[in-house]
């Protein structure tokens, strides 16, 4: 084993007070490491094998600050940074690992259990900080959330960004908290039960203060993104690259106690390695799991529906826990709102759901109008589990040109029916904050960057991106201020009027989604889904001997279903019309009798939730 693969990246504190740092630059043949403060000093770096840099520097406190000067004179951050106070071209800063964990008997949680909640840092509170956010975190557990999801937090240009334009990957947003904010924010979670899933970008970089290009080959030109410079994962040099990465993705489970990262749009990350860079993370990540002795997972984001995330690798797959789902969004959205723009086009039918309630994916390698090819593969090997569901997040929410959420385009009783499908049904649940109680803040795209050439191409770069959808409403400044500030969340609406009416009907779903086995535990072979015409959709789901029948209707009239259920009592256990939900009034029986019962009267945008309780001769006993 080489010596620079003994060592960690960055800068690190070593147990005798020194520190050790460690930089790969194959593109120049000496470094020098600049000590900023508190007394200036240059030190000549070490080559070591494969164009690593090392130096190691005796009596070295938590917040010194250094830089890396390369060969022609320029002072760069160190790439591996743990710290920025002074933003994305100051210099960076040393770090210390230590922190009073309380987890050492934390285990993680299963995907068969996650309830996810997705949260922008800076604007799920007034604060904007990981902090602020702990207060709150009783309240998400008591709704039913198990593992709340953070939007990308290394550190980006300037106050406000979603985090996708973050360019120091291991360095913790300075505004949200930084390491230590971070690490108290996970601290608390895991002692109130729940776990941290954390979004990551491995397919671009941000364009301001993005330096890495400098040290070496980080970034191929033979693939684009449409975001920036593509990784390279597989040319010359790539080895390097590789392992920055992968350390990266490791540190945030050892350094953080992460559970899960969310890889984001991996159909960006192009590598035709013989063994490519996700399956070695898939790897590496499920030895650490093991290592560790708890569960974390890995979670993708990809928009061509290829299954290969999700199959085993000895399958010739990633072996990734799960991936988000897109289909069952756009499935549910279309129908509900109408919308035909864009890709929603490929959508609007029941035929469409129903797909994505047994399958996943809608697409599985039909033809796709809006992608003019066939889109997508199936993986029969697939478990519900392997599917992350959700009826909003932040791109399909803050990609509208106006960022609207759902509850300011549909009505209240729709938004209850979106609600009891992805909650009833068999696949990983994710809500976007704010969702349950329904929030009218819009969530919209904002940056706060500092070239001006750069702020009017992102300006413009909205405008353009909106044309596909024929979405004609002015864009917001993604620059302004105000657009940020807009996007924050009101959360004293949780405890008024129809909000409140909301959120303790999404508590009860998930009530009773965690009280019968066959809404949290049914495999995909149990599960009978069919279509009722006109408008009308029957999910019946088993798990031994539990069993429970739901229907939906998605018209605007109310209609008539026959439930067809087998014979036996069946006792209502939800529906939306109910008027403690703020809803019309109830239609459905309390109880049927299955092999005599009558057609359903079901309301518009409703839906209703039946479990069976036995035959009836043994009820009366």
Known sequence: MSLSSELRLGANLMSDGSCSFLVWCPNHPAIT??????????????PLDNSYFHCSVPNVKPG???????????????????????????PSQVCSDSFPWTDSSWRGIGLDETVLYEIHVGTFTPEGTFDAIIPRLPALKSLGITTIELMPLSQFPGERNWGYDGVYLFAVQHSYGGRDGLKRLVNVC???????????VYNHLGPEGNYLGEFGPYFTPCYTTPWGEAVNFDGAYSEGVRRFFAENALHWFTDFHIDALRLDAIHAIVDVSTKRFLEELGERIDALSQQLNRKIHIIGENDRNDSRVILPRESGGYGFSSQWNDDFHHSVHALLTGEQQGYYGDFGSLDHLAKALREGYVY?????????????????????????NFIQNHDQVGNRAQGERLSQLVSFESIKLAAGLLLLSPFVPMLFMGEEYGETAPFQYFVSHGDENLI?????????????????AEVPDPQSAETFLRSKLHWECRDQGHHQKLLLFYSELLRIRRAFPSLSLAAKDECAISIVEPGGLRVERWHADDRTMAVYNFEQITISINPCLSSGVWKKLLDSTDE?????????????QGSKATPLQLAARSLVLFRFCGEASARKK
């Open 33 to 46: 490491l600049e000590i900023c403060s508190p007394a200036p000093e240059n030190l000549r770096m070490t």
């Open 64 to 90: 010194t600050i250094y830089s890396y000067i390369l060969s022609k004179g320029a002072k760069r951050p160190d790439p591996a940074s743990k710290a920025q106070p002074q933003g994305v071209h100051g």
């Open 190 to 200: 895991h002692e109130l039960g729940m776990a941290v899933a954390l979004d990551v």
């Open 364 to 388: 599985s390698g039909q033809y796709s109008k809006f992608r003019h090819r066939r889109q997508g593969s199936f993986s029969e090997a697939s478990t519900p589990k392997n599917f992350v």
């Open 456 to 472: 009017e191409n992102v300006r413009k770069g909205r405008r353009s991106e909106f044309e596909k959808f024929d979405w004609h």
């Open 580 to 592: 403690q939900w703020n809803g019309p009034g109830c239609a459905a029986p309390d109880e049927l």
